[in-house]
């Protein structure tokens, strides 16, 4: 697996537009690839506007999670999974949409640290179509990351 790293430069993150060009320029001829964009904080506002050009532009999706992308509407025609710091900023999330699986910490953990400590941070792994979890509910936020990696390579 290969992975691109794209650089914030003060609000690029915000730029769906950036974001599109820097995957462009690094991927060159292979503009079709298929790729899993992981988005954290306020980058994910970026990252979604850059997955749906990624795709309009004949490249695959083959996932897109959201870090603690709190407030931001998520859809597309791709699988999408929310993480987020705490069941609040979990279930207000749902209504500007989620994907089936997804993850909550529990206990809660202030926000730098889903991105800083993965590994450390002890959740739940639930299904937003109808909130029951799968029988492994209780996980790292690693460990799910993990999960969904796994899945879509």
Do not use: C
């Amino acid at each position: 697996m290969n992975i691109l790293s794209v650089p914030n430069n003060g609000f690029s993150a915000l730029s769906g537009f950036h974001i599109l060009q820097v995957l462009s320029d690094r991927l060159g001829d292979r503009t079709k690839s298929s790729v899993i964009f992981i988005s954290f904080s306020a980058g994910v506002v970026g990252a979604i506007a850059a997955a749906h050009w990624w795709q309009i532009y004949g490249g695959e999706i083959k996932a897109f999670i959201a870090i603690d992308g709190w407030g931001v509407p998520l859809w597309g025609s791709f699988p999408i999974h929310r993480m987020s710091h705490d069941y609040e900023t979990h279930w207000s999330s749902r209504i500007l949409g989620s994907g089936e699986n997804n993850f909550y910490a529990d206990p809660p953990v202030d926000h730098l640290s889903m991105w800083r400590s993965p590994k450390t941070i002890q959740g739940r792994w639930v299904d937003s179509s109808n909130e029951v979890s799968p029988p492994k509910s209780r996980l790292t936020a690693a460990e799910f990351l993990q999960m969904l990696l796994n899945r879509y390579q």
